[in-house]
Nanobody
Framework: QMQLVESGGGLVQPGGSLKLSCTAS????????MGWYRQAPGKQRELVAT??????NYQNSVKGRFTISRDNAKRSVYLQMNSLKAEDSAVYYC???????WGKGTLVTVSS
């Protein structure tokens, strides 16, 4: 079956770093668009970053701090998050299109 599994979330202090991972199964991985989205309590889900064969795109608030990458051989996509801020706290979701599939999410909490 097709599925995405995220990992790497947790509690980190402001200014710290985390690396999120997402591994896909049952998908022709190399020709897909991959993305990371996030949703904080009381807010809409929002784009964080995407990666395609044409390049990458980032939400303005994370430019220079976050980096999205992929490893087709490992069927994985990553989000390196540096200089984390309290406002980055959210559930982070992996997304792949085609086929248009979301992971279950991994919680990131940035707090002292």
């Amino acid at each position: 079956q097709m599925q995405l599994v995220e990992s790497g979330g947790g509690l980190v202090q402001p200014g710290g770093s985390l690396k999120l991972s997402c591994t896909a199964s049952g998908i022709f991985f190399s020709l897909t668009t991959m993305g990371w989205y996030r949703q904080a309590p009381g807010k809409q889900r929002e784009l964080v970053a995407t990666i395609t064969s044409s390049g990458t795109n980032y939400q303005n608030s994370v430019k220079g701090r976050f980096t999205i990458s992929r490893d087709n051989a490992k069927r994985s996509v990553y989000l390196q998050m540096n200089s984390l801020k309290a406002e980055d706290s959210a559930v982070y979701y992996c997304y792949i299109n085609p086929p248009g599939l979301w992971g279950k999410g991994t919680l990131v909490t940035v707090s002292s």
